[in-house]
């Protein structure tokens, strides 16, 4: 610090500010240290994904020998022509998966708004019924076996592409807890009640002016649901007897099990042990999730601003 002139004021305030540190230093050195932070973590995420994709292209024999390995030893694609060897089943399983997640997600966007909208205005007279309602269903359930059997015996959804949309996906009281609380932080009830003052309806307000204002909320919870959709393999294997009319989930969750019987049980027969042992095991888990997971690779960047402001909006006030 430089020594002020005594009894010149000015020289001491120039003192004491060159005393302090460049507070623009503070924000670079922050900025390259955070930044290099997340790039490595960023690095670390992708690694395992680019180190299954690797092994999904390896020989057999190499990953039995070498190891998992980022740069596959010998290239092969023995994994994915054994998961594409009947091509028809693996591509109507993808339409059935694609079909049934768009479709779920639209409506378990448009049913949990909805029900969300209501709980959100207080002038709703049975607002304080159905919040219990909707809160009670997240501490208590009927159990799988009634769960079953209502869709079954009662809804008769078996062998259909309800099957997969609505049981355990269509609405969820989280998310329309969630949506509520997004309505009531971040919409402020003079928007709504001027415009009912100007004459909109219920219906108007919601599609005009709320929808709009939420987007942020709206794309978090579908990316949700589009997660829980293209994931789920349980309902297809609940309700669906007709192999034509499973998912793709459940499709690779098949061809896992029966290969893993197969290599069980190899000994068993002489004759077809050796062809057996040839089957491809680590590559195929490799290959499958890859295959599993390639649309929701694509379809997460477009969600991610929204992700991330969905999450947050409504936490700061200002």
Request: charged share 10%; hydrophobic share 50%.
């Amino acid at each position: 610090m430089e020594t002020a002139i005594k009894g010149d004021p000015d020289a001491s305030s120039v003192a004491v500010k060159k005393s302090y540190t460049d507070p623009n230093a503070i924000s670079r050195s922050a900025n390259v240290v955070l930044n290099g932070v997340f790039i490595i973590y960023s690095v670390l995420c992708v690694f395992p994904v680019m180190l299954v994709l690797a092994v999904s292209f390896t020989d057999e024999k190499t990953v039995a020998v070498e190891g998992y390995r980022l740069i596959p030893g010998k290239f092969s694609l023995a994994a994915y022509e054994f998961v594409f060897n009947d091509f028809g089943k693996v591509l109507r399983s993808y339409e059935i998966s694609i079909v049934v997640t768009v479709v779920g997600t639209l409506l378990g966007l448009f049913i949990t708004s909805l029900f969300a909208y209501s709980l959100a205005r207080h002038n709703f007279s049975y607002r304080g019924f159905f919040s219990f309602f909707i809160f009670f269903t997240m501490i208590f359930n009927g159990g799988l076996v009634p769960w079953y059997l209502v869709y079954t015996n009662y809804l008769h959804f078996n062998d259909s592409l309800l099957a997969l949309i609505v049981p355990g996906h269509l609405l969820s009281a989280f998310y329309v807890i969630m949506m509520r609380t997004f309505f009531q932080q971040t919409i402020h009830p003079s928007i709504m009640e001027s415009a009912s003052i100007d004459g909109a309806s219920e219906y108007r307000i919601y599609f005009t002016i709320v929808l709009p204002l939420s987007m942020p909320v709206i794309a978090t919870i579908g990316l949700f649901y589009t997660l829980g959709y293209w994931n789920d393999w349980f309902n297809s294997l609940v309700f669906m007897n007709n192999d034509k009319m499973v998912n793709l989930q459940y499709l690779m969750y098949k061809v896992m099990r029966n290969l893993q019987f197969l290599l069980s049980n190899a000994g068993n027969s002489s004759s077809t042990a050796g062809e057996i042992a040839k089957l491809p095991n680590e590559t195929v888990r490799m290959a499958m999730a890859m295959i599993g997971m390639g649309p929701i690779v694509l379809a997460y960047p477009f969600f991610q601003k929204y992700f991330v402001k969905g999450l947050t909006v409504g936490a700061i006030k200002g």
